[in-house]
């Protein structure tokens, strides 16, 4: 789940019609998740949407996977083109159109949508994983260790923020305004107005509740959750499901 500059909202998951067809099927919609509007279902089937980012440009949106090419659409998902044909790990869009930034151990930067990156110098054992509201702020986040990290300098070095102490399955967020971060792991929401370095836990999403992902808005305070859940038919496929945004 994605929000844009525009006040949308990207997000990607099963299939909500009354046809429940099988794979994740990519959304947008203009009215805080109201309504979603259907806007790609990759022809072959297997479209591969493990990271979702949006560009300044209004309609711009990237989106990468596990196979590691990058693709970028400017009519916000309808059609997309290759941008790169090897981008691993996660992304995340800049304060600048065509900005973008990717990391897998280690940093590096984009400034004509995704078409050449440039290393901005750190070497790291996380993902870059947010861009901050400040120019040369960045966010990372150790999975395994539950450890935040935080540059000012454009990833050219990492400071250790916050030591949550617990293990795999975080997410992160920024906020709306600067220093304003959030941070989600399986139940907890953690919320930050100091670029990490302390934290308030605000809500615990337990059981059927929790969350898939979580994207910060653009007032103070602002938070939106996505819950994916796909049905299981008999024969053991998945086979559409329902999507609820809080």
């Known amino acids: 789940m994605q929000r844009c500059n525009s ?3 990207y997000i990607v998951g099963p299939d909500i ?3 429940s067809l099988t794979g994740d099927y990519f959304y947008y919609s203009a009215d805080y998740g109201s309504t979603l509007v259907l806007k790609y279902i990759d022809p072959t089937g297997c479209v591969d949407f493990c990271y979702i980012t949006s560009d300044l440009t209004i309609g711009g949106i990237y989106r990468t996977g596990s196979s590691a090419p990058l693709y970028y659409s400017t009519d916000f998902g309808e059609s997309w083109a290759l941008h790169n044909v090897y981008c691993p790990g996660s992304v995340c869009s800049g304060l600048l159109s065509g900005e973008i930034y990717k990391g897998a151990y280690y940093s590096v930067r984009s400034a ?19 861009v901050g509201r400040i120019p040369g702020e960045l966010y990372g986040i150790y999975d395994s260790y539950g450890r935040l990290y935080y540059s000012d300098d454009y990833g050219h070095s990492f400071t250790l923020m916050h030591d949550f102490d617990r293990g ?13 971060i959030y941070a989600y792991n399986y139940d907890t929401i953690y919320y930050s107005s100091d670029h990490g370095e302390t934290f308030t836990r605000t809500g615990c999403y337990a059981g059927g509740n929790k969350f898939n992902e979580i994207a910060g808005g653009n007032n103070t305070g602002e938070l939106f959750g996505l819950r994916r859940l796909y049905n299981e038919p008999p024969m053991g496929e998945w086979g559409g499901g329902e999507i609820e945004i809080c």
Do not use: L
């Not at 790291?124 to 947010?130: A, C, D, E, L, T």
């Open 17 to 19: 019609s009354p046809d």
């Open 112 to 130: 004509d949508y995704g078409v050449t990156f440039a290393d901005t110098g750190a070497v790291s054992p996380f993902n870059v994983r947010q």
């Open 168 to 180: 795999e399955g975080w997410d992160i967020s920024r906020g709306a305004t600067a220093g304003e």
């Open 7 to 9: 006040g949308g909202i």
